[in-house]
């Protein structure tokens, strides 16, 4: 009986958490299309997400399409495939690999420092503070995080597909020895407008969720460094599960449509 | 009292899960009025400022301001109530990513129509009002004493000349001369500006200076009200051992040992 109990608290609890999220959610996307903006809050958020986790993105996405490449050579020579290894590259890529991992590394980097701000801000009152000098949290805090966020990881997935399938080229090339102009135009031949598109719309999900869980976490959370510890362990570890689930629902909607 | 009051508070009750806080407060502020309620650590105070800020969410009760029933506000009518007040807050809670000057004058910036030049230039004349030099201005509120952030505070909060200021603590952590200059700032805002002014202290130098009424709050209610030049004869057992600052009296610490 206690057993089913604990089960069954801990359903509640998930599906609590799940309804503040959505409401939380709710109420920081409306602050994000009314007035008043604060253009200088979003430009920076912009360049901490944009710009500076460019090389974080940037070299996993390198080594990512270089290991691919170096993989499904090895898996395609069984049944003598190889020419397939530049579409192989530049699909898993753009599709999956580009978003997931700039997603995650996001993650990691951006969302943690989401929730630590934002948190540090609630425990040492300056939320309070920012609540008696008539501005809105939501508007000067979250939506600015959400916009950039949205926006931002687009342009980041962008660039890492490109450095991604560079590194595929550049393992096909120097270590593979294929015909460089084979192997771009394999690259280009079977990539469709679709591919690239699916995985900029994951992008822009991802990127949402990764300020969503930051913001979320850090707002909510209490109780001076421990509680800022623990939402920046939440947003992390919350943001990198959403993802992967999102990431499969969007392929499969995609899937769908095709 | 034929005016209405500022700030009228009645029967406000707040908990924390089991624990009761505040059981019942009644508290008039009457226009330009200079109240300081004083009490033990803990039973309450900043939670009333908060309650009343709509910071925090009373269990029941009803909080007035100018006659406007305020607790349940939410969005911009909330906003709308919230630019009549300022607030210093107990630990001052200046934004850490922005400077000195940009603290003091955050609430004239984001209220629209003020070039950034004028708003520095206002927010070093407040900063100069509470004993800080200019060069503060471009420091961080992390590169600051204690006491220098809870001024930095102080002159954040009357930075809009609000009609309310409420100040929680604004003498603790400060020198007695520095303190004396806290005071004269509060009671020349209350003059000479004409706002209302609630205040927390656990000084009672200040509290004598400051106040034109001084309340205690004691187990979640105010127990004693009266005018500031009462107060060494209130007859009240309680308040006695609070001014006087006895370890032997009906309020008891609870100390284990
Ligand atoms: N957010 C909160 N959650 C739970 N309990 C709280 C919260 N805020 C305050 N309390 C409790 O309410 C009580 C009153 O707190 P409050 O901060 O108002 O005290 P105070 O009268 O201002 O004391 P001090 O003079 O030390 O500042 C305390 O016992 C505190 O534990
Ligand atoms: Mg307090």
């Known amino acids: 009986m206690n057993f089913l109990a604990t089960i069954g608290r801990i359903f509640i609890a998930f599906l609590e958490v799940n309804g503040r999220i959505a409401l939380f959610a709710g109420e920081a996307v409306s602050h994000c299309v009314r007035p008043p903006w604060y253009p200088k809050m979003i430009v920076r958020q912009m360049i901490d997400i944009g710009y500076f986790s460019l090389p974080v993105v940037g070299l996993t996405a390198l080594f990512t399409g270089m290991v691919l490449a170096l993989q499904s050579y090895t898996g395609f020579a069984r049944f003598s495939a190889e020419s397939a290894v530049a579409t192989v590259v530049v699909l898993s890529m753009t599709r999956e690999l580009g978003p997931v991992i700039a997603g995650l590394m996001v993650a990691g980097r951006i969302g943690a420092s989401m929730a630590a701000e934002i948190g540090t801000m609630r425990v040492t009152e300056q939320i309070d503070a920012l609540t008696t000098l008539s501005t809105n949290p939501f508007k000067y805090l979250v939506a600015p995080r959400l916009i950039a966020g949205l926006t931002m990881l687009p342009l980041l997935v962008l660039v890492a597909d490109i450095i991604g399938v560079f590194g595929g080229y550049l393992v096909g090339v120097y270590k593979l020895n294929f015909n460089p102009a084979a192997y771009l135009k394999q690259t280009v031949d079977y990539l469709e407008l679709m591919d690239v598109v699916s995985g900029l719309v994951k992008a822009a999900a991802f990127g949402f969720l990764v300020s969503l869980m930051g913001c979320f976490h850090g707002y909510y959370s209490q109780g001076g460094a421990q509680g800022v510890g623990r939402a920046t362990t939440n947003a992390v570890v919350s943001a990198s599960i959403l993802i992967l689930i999102f990431n499969y629902a969007i392929t499969e909607i995609f899937f769908a449509t095709r | ?257």
């Open chain 2, 1 to 257: 009292m034929s005016r209405m009051p500022k700030i009228s508070i009645r029967g406000l009750k707040k908990s924390f899960g089991p624990k009761v806080v505040l059981d019942g407060v009644d508290l008039d502020v009457g226009v330009a009025e200079s109240v300081v309620v004083i009490g033990g650590s803990g039973t309450g105070k900043s939670v009333l400022l908060k309650c009343i800020l709509g910071l925090l969410t009373p269990d029941e009760g009803s909080i007035r301001i100018d006659g406007q029933e305020v607790v349940g506000l939410r969005g911009a009518e909330r906003e709308a109530v919230n630019r009549k007040f300022g607030m210093l807050f107990q630990g001052a809670a200046l934004f850490d990513s922005l400077t000195v000057w940009e603290n003091v004058a955050f609430g004239l910036l984001t209220a629209g129509d003020m070039s950034r030049r004028e708003a520095r230039e206002i927010a070093i004349r407040n900063l100069a009002a509470v004993g800080l030099q200019p060069e503060v201005a471009d420091l961080y509120p992390a590169e600051l004493s204690g006491g220098m952030k809870k001024r930095v505070g102080l002159a954040r909060a009357i930075a809009t000349r609000p009609e309310i200021v409420f100040f929680d603590e604004p003498t603790t952590g400060l020198d007695p001369i520095m303190a004396d200059v806290i005071n004269d700032l509060i009671c020349q805002c209350v003059k000479e500006l004409g706002a209302t002014a609630l205040s927390i202290t656990h000084d009672m130098v200040s509290a004598r200076k400051i106040a034109h009424r001084i309340a205690m709050l004691y187990g979640g209610k105010i127990i004693w009200q009266g005018p500031a030049s009462q107060i060494d004869n209130s007859g009240n057992p309680y308040v006695d051992q609070f001014i006087h600052g006895r370890a032997e009296g009906p309020i008891q610490m609870e100390v284990r040992a």
